[in-house]
């Protein structure tokens, strides 16, 4: 889509998708769907939501049909059941899938940072899972590099000085390269309606543990200056000697790399499913 106001994107994909209120036994997720064909969901990030995937869904939805939800915890989904455990929000997300597909439809699955840990579980207790892709992957309980202090934007009441500091954030962790006015109003969007907290998950070897039962073919993208982890590190361990994994490096990306390379990983993404 071109459009001369880049904020008109959120709207463009709030307007073309169909909404799915998916409930389960302590909740309900908020789905978005767009095209047709093959299954492909995608699962976003920690104090994230759908539109982390605001610069995919276009592409992706020309031959696929995308369904996309806001994780439970997250946007307009219910929290998560119960203790809030990691379980539990898996298998909401299980059973959500499930409904919205029909038990037993074969799809495939993309996760995004936190949303790449939740993505490795459902694809170890759901067999329906043909192919996945993990981009900026973490929970490998690995060393992460050095990056700079995080600053609190919560209960700050100057609208100017928490999109400063929400700003610094983006900076610190998400991309490295310029931010723009969407990337600024997708992550303000989403760290507001965030309640989940993802960053014991995140640190842990979580998905290390889960991809030791995965047997589908397994894609992994990080961008050059993700500072959650060495992409060199871990993609040769957990590519190991499978045949069917493979790894790549975007170059001049950070973490949030379908974002900042969206072209690239968009051909990435519409080989690895064709």
């Known amino acids: 889509m071109k459009t001369d106001n880049a904020l ?18 302590d909740g309900v997720v908020c789905w978005h769907e767009f095209g047709t064909g093959r299954p492909l969901v995608l699962l976003h990030g920690g104090h994230g939501s759908w539109l982390h995937w605001a610069r995919n869904i276009d592409v992706l939805a020309a031959s696929h049909r995308v369904l996309v939800p806001d994780l439970p915890g997250y946007g307009e989904s219910g929290d998560v059941p119960g203790d809030g455990e990691l379980s539990r929000l898996v298998d909401a997300m299980a059973i959500s899938i499930e409904k919205l597909l029909g038990a037993g439809t074969e799809y495939d699955l993309v996760g995004f940072s936190f949303g790449s840990v939740v993505a490795g579980r459902v694809a170890r207790q759901q067999p329906g899972v043909r192919r996945l892709a993990l981009l900026g992957a973490v929970g490998h309980g690995m060393r992460r590099r050095e990056s700079g202090p995080m600053l609190r934007w919560q209960d700050i009441e100057d609208e100017e000085a928490m999109l400063a500091n929400l700003r610094h954030n983006l900076g610190v962790l998400m991309l490295h390269g310029p931010i723009d006015p969407l990337a600024l109003e997708i992550h303000r969007r989403s760290c507001m309606h965030t309640r989940y907290h993802s960053k ?11 991809l030791q039962d995965l047997t589908m073919p397994v894609l992994v993208l990080w961008g050059e200056h993700d500072p959650t982890g060495y992409p060199d590190e871990v993609g040769p361990l957990w590519q190991g000697m499978r045949a069917e994994r493979t790894y790549h490096v975007v ?24």
């Not at 014991?200 to 889960?210: C, E, G, I, V, Y």
């Open 251 to 274: 170059s001049g990306a950070g973490h949030w790399v379908q974002y900042e390379a969206a072209d690239e990983v968009n051909r990435y993404l519409l080989d690895w499913f064709a």
């Open 200 to 210: 014991r998950t995140s640190h842990s070897p979580m998905l290390s543990d889960a």
């Open 8 to 25: 008109d994107l959120i709207g463009h994909l709030e307007r073309t998708g169909k909404r799915h209120l998916i409930e389960h036994d």
